[in-house]
């Protein structure tokens, strides 16, 4: 599953490489995929590629780079633990804003990519990341180090790194906020750990007795519903945003990674 994992993720970075879907790809030197392994437990997403990154071809080299690679040290994680990519593949010039047609045009690789790696927290980091991930969700000043809940998903949204290069009392912000990952980590871990559950057995209807053919309940939450934002704390500690059918107990199980053929879209 890894090796089909690292093969879909690889088949995602070659179309984003050649890929000429905004007018970004006009002025690049070149796109920037991502860095990491197809295995990574945290996927960090920035906004898109700075000079150094255009140049280099790897995203998060430069000072920005520097500082988060200081703060997962700070939780005892090396950079080549994680997944970093951002929302737009190519570096928008001057280093200006990415603009929502932009990140639309790199939406799905986005997405796949995440669909792929499916770690166990997402950090999403600044305000154009969150916008994109998790939009109507709330401001990067009220969210940042907050546990977010979309479907099987778990997202913590940060200040960007660079933020602390122009406003230092930030620095101090970003080292709590991480701490709390590294507690969001371990919780992850301490689930994974748990022995799964026996489903109890099923019942054999009585000889004789009359089998009912009653139809099914509705279900209590419609494929088609929109999704629901709401704020919950399931126990003593930082509370929990969770946006999504509030009837979902279980992830669906993750599908396998796609292939050549299925990324064709791209």
Known sequence: ?????????????????????????????????????????????????????????????????????????????????????????????????????????????????????????????????LARLLPGAGGISGLHGRKVVRGDRLYVPLYHPAAALYQGSLMRTLEDDMLKVRGYLDEAEARRRQPVQAAPPVAHAQAGATKSHSPAPPSASPAHAEPLLSLVAPEPGEPVLRLGSPGATEPPTPPEPPSRDQLSLF
């Open 1 to 129: 599953m890894q090796s089909g994992a690292a093969d879909a993720l690889a088949v995602v970075h070659e179309y984003i490489l050649v890929c000429t879907d905004c007018p970004l790809h006009l002025k690049r030197i070149q796109a920037v995929p991502g860095s990491g392994p197809a295995g990574a437990r945290i996927m960090a997403v920035g906004e898109g590629p700075g000079e150094t990154e255009d140049r280099v071809g790897r995203p998060f080299v430069g000072a920005a780079g520097n500082v988060l690679t200081k703060l997962l040290e700070s939780i005892g994680l090396r950079r080549d633990d994680i997944y970093i990519t951002n929302v737009v593949k190519c570096r928008p010039p001057g280093n200006r804003d990415p603009e929502p047609a932009e990140m639309e045009a790199c939406s799905h690789f986005l997405d796949a990519q995440i669909e792929i790696i499916r770690p166990d927290v997402i950090l999403i980091l600044g305000r154009h990341a």
